[in-house]
């Protein structure tokens, strides 16, 4: 069983950043993702067990990234240049399988997600 606890959501405004965390009880294939309002959850990035591949949504690469702190058991999104479309509810995900999906199904376990509402 992986616990996950997200933290760093909030509200800014467009073109500002925000740092995700997310604290893990357990070393594994972590994702982020996130769900708007009426909308399906959609894949947002990846990042391997050890921290050295990593693999982004074509609407967050070159403004988001991902890294971890193992010695932590902590996997972080740092989100820049933020627009009012980014707003959702974000959660991060472990998948026991050390392979990349982009398929929120595929993701064994789930944070409780924290709000980003970016304003225009």
């Known amino acids: 069983q992986v616990q996950l606890v997200e933290s760093g959501g909030g509200l800014v405004q467009a073109g500002g950043s925000l740092s995700l965390s997310c604290a893990a009880s357990?070393?594994?294939?972590m994702g982020w993702f996130r769900q708007a309002p009426g909308k399906e959850r959609e894949f947002v990035a990846a990042?391997?067990?050890?921290?050295?591949?990593?693999y982004y949504a074509d609407s967050v690469k070159g403004r988001f990234t991902i890294s971890r702190d193992n010695a932590k058991n902590t996997v972080y999104l740092q989100v820049n240049s933020l627009k009012p479309e980014d707003t959702a509810v974000y959660y991060c995900?472990?998948?026991?399988?050390?392979?990349?999906?982009?398929?929120?199904?595929?993701?064994?376990?789930w944070g409780q997600g924290t709000q980003v509402t970016v304003s225009s």
């Open positions: 995900a472990a998948r026991t399988t050390n392979f990349y999906s982009d398929n929120y199904a595929d993701y064994d376990y």
């Open positions: 357990g070393r594994t294939f």
């Open positions: 990042i391997s067990r050890a921290g050295i591949n990593t």
